[in-house]
């Protein structure tokens, strides 16, 4: 059984930054995609950013590209997110997500096998 325990977060003013890591545990084998979803009060979940197996192919929700990094450690099974120039709407809980499968299109599609317990993230104004 896949586990993934993530850290980082909290809260931090506009325009401020914030580094979440999520490291996985357990039989993961071969290749997999990870990423990152967010939940917003009184909002569904949504896809944040996703990353490949060789870390070179990335992909960013049009609300946070430009001013999120995902990059990831494969040694380490570790998936982390950079975020910068942060705003109030990005105030949610974040989830690390893991398909033991090498197609992100997938995961981004929010058919997720394993999820991170999830992390608050507060950006005051």
């Known amino acids: 059984q896949v586990q993934l325990v993530q850290s980082g977060g909290g809260l931090v003013q506009a325009g401020g930054s914030l580094r979440l890591s999520c490291t996985a545990s357990g039989p993961t084998y071969s290749y997999y995609a990870m990423g990152w979803f967010r939940q917003a009060p009184g909002k569904e979940r949504e896809f944040v950013a996703t990353?490949?197996?060789?870390?070179?192919?990335?992909r960013y929700s049009d609300s946070v590209k430009g001013r999120f990094t995902i990059s990831r450690d494969n040694a380490k099974k570790t998936v982390y997110l950079q975020m910068n120039s942060l705003k109030p709407e990005d105030t949610a809980i974040y989830y690390c997500?893991?398909?033991?499968?090498?197609?992100?299109?997938?995961?981004?599609?929010?058919?997720?096998?394993?999820w991170g317990g999830g992390t608050q993230v507060t950006v005051s104004s």
């Open positions: 990353i490949n197996w060789s870390g070179e192919g990335t």
């Open positions: 997500a893991l398909n033991l499968d090498r197609r992100t299109e997938i995961l981004r599609s929010g058919r997720v096998q394993y």
